[in-house]
């Protein structure tokens, strides 16, 4: 019988919480993150790639955020920012409206997470312009509460779907140029047969795709998105709550676009690692509607706030920008060895910006690969390096911005080694139980592989 703590703590989590609570690639039970390294509950050291799906960026116990919460901790958690105020919220919504693209007048309304923030967002846009139709695309996703689950493009299964969301092709840099040069064609046409440009609300829309594969849009695609939006009154909002704060490089991925956005929704890292989100968009928006349709119980709360304050400070700094610059470079040197040196070369392709890298796996025809990308990952977990796939076929890199150069190094060593077993031929039974588990509808692996 294996007796370790993570057995048991994975044994006893299948008896008592909801299968929908994780989605799992490997049976990793976290004990404890310093920095760039993550213990679970057996002692097992691990390299973080993933950084806590990026809200945990500045890594694990940083001085900053760890001073910044003792001090916060000793005066107050949180009291019902509903009937009350709070110094903390204040003082952090002046620092997210000095850097809004274009130094627009801008309010902010805080939420506990991402997911709601895009509830929020949704929920202003309609209240603002009084229009009901609203705009996503394909391969996004933008959460998993009501609002946000229907933008997103994903599976629904029995989740109740609104009518009014219409979902439209998305374009990545890396795809090639269209012969017309229209990127809009499509919504052209839906605009043309029965949706009325002037009831659309608003545009969502990832700047980089985050679950769908960390691929950025295309320029000539979001600038045509934008002035589409301008000419009809139509909402353009960001959604940055995985790319945000500096996962691109910048603060926003927006800003790599060279377009002011109506409004820009938030999460992940807003909290420096605590539950937080917010929706701050133009003055104007974010005066349509009261506060019984917005207030809860502690969104923005002091802790948060507190801690949000200490990172962002942080990051306004000169060592802060200069390592991340310095990090960025060797990110990008270490990925384009990777693939030069690779025995999957011709079967790997990089997509990205900034920190936040996405790496392809592809079959010996040219189709995306999803199972050989699940493979590297859990190879990746056997060895010592924490990273997962998104948009079935991409490695998902995002290492903390704190990552040491040696464990950075490390890190691709071990990808390297990972991708070199598996194109060697490993499997594993505990390999294939959370390949399964993670995509239930795969009937046989072994003919997806072909």
Not at 295 to 314: E, K, M, P, R
Not at 413 to 437: H, P, W
């Amino acid at each position: 019988m294996d007796k370790r703590k993570s057995s048991y703590i994975f044994q006893k989590d299948s008896e008592l919480i909801a299968p929908g609570q994780h989605l799992l690639y490997f049976p990793l039970v976290v004990d404890s993150v310093n920095g760039d390294t993550v213990i679970d509950v057996d002692g097992k050291s691990y390299i973080d790639f993933l950084s806590s799906a990026s809200s945990l960026n500045l890594g694990g116990a940083h001085s900053t955020i760890s001073e910044a919460i003792k001090k916060q901790v000793e005066k107050c958690t949180q009291y019902c920012t509903c009937y009350s105020l709070n110094q903390p919220m204040v003082e952090y919504a002046e620092r997210l409206a000095s850097i809004y693209p274009g130094k627009i007048p801008s309010k902010i309304l805080f939420t506990l997470c991402g997911s709601s923030a895009i509830d929020m967002a949704f929920n202003f846009a309609k209240a603002y312009t009084k229009r009901n139709e609203i705009i996503s695309f394909k391969n996004s996703f933008h959460g998993n509460t009501y609002a946000s689950s229907n933008i997103s493009d994903m599976d629904r299964g029995n989740f109740p779907i609104l009518k009014n969301i219409h979902i439209f092709s998305y374009f990545y840099e890396d795809d090639p140029d269209i012969k017309d040069n229209n990127y809009l064609a499509e919504i052209e046409e839906a605009f043309k047969n029965g949706l009325n440009p002037k009831d659309v609300a608003a545009v969502f829309i990832e700047p980089i795709q985050g679950d769908g594969g960390l691929r950025p849009a295309k320029k000539e695609f979001i600038r045509q998105l934008y002035l589409l939006c301008k000419k009809h009154g139509i909402l353009f909002i960001s959604d940055e709550v995985q790319q945000g704060f500096f996962r691109s490089g910048s603060w926003f991925s927006i800003e790599h676009y060279n377009v002011i956005p109506d409004g820009i929704v938030l999460g992940k890292s807003l909290g420096a690692g605590l539950p937080l989100g917010a929706f701050m968009a133009r003055s104007e928006i974010m005066e349509s509607l009261n506060a019984e349709l917005c207030a809860s119980t502690i969104a923005g709360y002091q802790l948060a706030c507190a801690t949000g304050i200490a990172q962002f400070d942080y990051m306004c700094s000169k060592e802060f920008k200069n390592m991340l610059k310095n990090k960025i470079e060797l990110l990008s040197s270490l990925q384009k060895n990777l693939i030069s040196k690779s025995k999957m070369k011709g079967r790997i392709k990089i997509v990205g910006e900034g920190f936040s890298y996405g790496i392809q796996i592809f079959d010996e025809e040219g189709n995306r690969d999803r199972l050989s990308a699940f493979k590297i990952a859990f190879r990746c977990y056997e060895k010592g390096l924490l990273l997962i796939t998104v948009g079935g076929n991409t490695l998902r890199i995002q290492p903390p911005f704190s990552i040491s150069i040696e464990h950075l190094n490390k890190g691709f060593q071990l990808l390297k080694d990972a991708i070199c077993d598996v194109n060697s031929g490993y499997v594993t039974d505990e390999m294939l139980y959370f390949y399964k588990r993670r995509y239930p509808e795969i009937k046989d692996y072994i003919k997806e592989n072909k």
